[in-house]
């Protein structure tokens, strides 16, 4: 008797994952063509607009390319939302997709040019954290968006150590944009190494969590194209979570992913909110306070330890902790908290008032923030000493990360498109239901344009509008939801059904 092979996909299933990954690969050559007729070149205009792209020689191709191109990629990774047939294929599509968009100019965001002034200022012997790249000289300025150009750095040291380096490699600014982007890519593999480790640990299959990470538009246009450096973070928290979940209890291990952690802190200072979870991701039996404080405390101390040695080398001491406030500068209503604060300006109009609202509605977000990641922690905190490390294991705490860069990144004062992917790269782990956070993904994909333009920007009465509205809905059936709970808990009580407990907080 001959022992069965393996099971065979059914053929439409096959003909899906090749059609997306040809329809994404596509996406991705006219967006690379798109940033050579429009991107964002050194010698483009600043300020542009959709009519102004439009009337420019290329601006109908660059925008038709840009349109199609990123439909097409954004439909591809949304088919296989599910998972992609394996963690190779996925790995090998993800590349794929990445290869014109790693020879293509800036893409989306002109943030690069800001990276190589600050690298500049810096290896010139200026501290950005006080002098802003217009007063330090840099000579690339005029690639720089007016906004940024007198704001010291809102970065951690190590990335102005690492725009440092790229400037002394590169020389001039095309070759200082060529070193950023392969730090940026750099980034990218450290995580994409990391990827099946974690999805393991949360009992997630790898082929769904490399695909939802890596395939998506956003890692193809702005963590690769754009060079943004929030591709150095994702891989540095990935790389340190991973040391967690693979050898908890064990000083040495916890005191190295502490320090992977602090550094990433000190790409961008955002990431410290996972280091809560990590801790408990650290403990390896009973979840006691005496085991919280041990454990944690070896995992506080790498951090600690990160964020002092760095500040030393650099030389900069903790100057970059107040050039963190400097980051809310832009005023989008893709940030709900702002966008509130918009709506509430406007209504103070209609009455002839002007209230300024949106200072004070940030800094309630803000304090909002620090509530849920609170609860948050506390539930996860919960859950594992009902349940045990044996049962729970890494996936709770993986899964309160998830919703922690979630909660950092809808009520923080400034949205971006490229802060999606933080949340991302851990609700790729571990959420059972992908559409909640998928479809925002893929909607953020659709807000930049090639020469950096931020749709935003020429949308603020009605995207504000929206964007109150749309918070409001989900506010209200949220509400709704939380009120009929006890109802069903109690009537569904020892009769969970199966995958309940992955369903998104």
């Known amino acids: 008797m001959t022992t069965p092979g393996p099971p065979v996909p059914p053929l439409p299933v096959s003909l899906v994952a090749l059609g997306a990954r040809y329809a994404g690969l596509v996406g991705a050559v006219l967006l690379a ?3 050579y007729l429009g991107g964002a070149l050194p010698n483009a205009p600043l300020g542009g607009t959709p009519a102004s792209i439009w009337t420019a020689p290329d601006g109908p191709t660059t925008l038709t390319c840009w349109l199609i191109g990123t439909a097409l990629l954004v439909g591809a990774w949304w088919s296989l939302r599910g998972g992609a047939p394996s963690t190779r294929w996925a790995y090998v599509t993800a590349g794929l997709w990445a290869l014109p968009l790693l020879v293509a100019p800036p893409l989306g965001s002109r943030d690069v040019y800001s990276y190589a002034c600050q690298g500049w200022t810096y290896a010139h012997g200026v501290d950005p954290y006080t002098v802003g790249v217009a007063a330090a000289g840099c000579p690339w300025l005029d690639t720089v968006a007016p906004i940024w150009r007198d704001t010291p750095a809102p970065y951690g040291p190590v990335f102005v150590l690492l725009a440092a380096l790229a400037v002394g490699l590169g020389g001039g600014l095309t ?10 890519v750099a980034g990218l593999l450290l995580a994409a190494l990391c990827l099946p480790g974690l999805a393991r640990a949360a009992g997630t299959p790898a082929r769904r969590a490399v695909w939802l990470a890596l395939a998506g538009p956003l890692v193809g246009v702005h963590l690769v194209a754009g060079a943004h450096n929030d591709a150095v973070m994702l891989g540095l928290l990935l790389s340190g979570l991973l040391i967690v979940v693979r050898r908890p209890g064990r000083p040495a291990a916890l005191l190295l992913a502490g320090a992977l952690l602090g550094l990433a802190v000190t790409v961008k200072a955002t990431a410290v909110v996972v280091l809560p979870f990590a801790v408990l991701a650290g403990i390896p039996d009973r979840y006691t306070v005496r085991a919280l404080l041990r454990h944690g405390g070896w995992l506080a101390g790498g951090l600690l330890a990160a964020l002092l040695v760095t500040s030393a080398a650099s030389g900069l001491g903790f100057g970059w902790v107040g050039g963190l406030t400097h980051s809310g500068d832009s005023e989008q209503w893709t940030s709900p908290p702002t966008a509130v604060g918009f709506v509430v300006d406007y209504a103070g109009a209609l009455v002839g008032r002007d209230p300024q609202a949106v200072p004070g509605v940030r800094a309630v977000a803000l304090l909002l923030l620090v509530g849920v990641l609170v609860v948050l922690w506390w539930r996860a905190w ?13 996936r709770v705490a993986l899964r309160g990360a998830a919703l922690a860069l979630v909660a950092t990144v809808v009520l923080s004062p400034v949205f971006h498109p490229w802060y999606t992917t933080w949340p991302l790269a851990l609700l790729a782990l571990t959420a059972a239901r992908t559409t909640w956070f998928v479809l925002p993904a893929a909607a953020a994909a659709f807000l930049a344009l090639p020469d950096g333009t931020n749709l ?10 929206a964007m109150s509205a749309l918070l409001m809905t989900v506010l209200v059936r949220s509400l709704r939801r939380t009120s009929h709970t006890p109802a069903k808990t109690t009537a569904a009580e020892g009769h ?5 407990d992955d369903q998104p907080c």
Do not use: Y
């Open 175 to 184: 070759g200082t944009i060529v070193a950023l982007r392969v730090i940026a």
């Open 496 to 500: 969970a059904a199966p995958g309940d």
């Open 33 to 35: 063509v798109a940033g």
């Open 382 to 394: 919960q859950t594992l000493r009902v349940a045990g490390p044996e049962i729970a294991g890494p």
């Open 456 to 465: 935003a920007r020429v949308t603020k009465a009605p995207g504000a509008l």
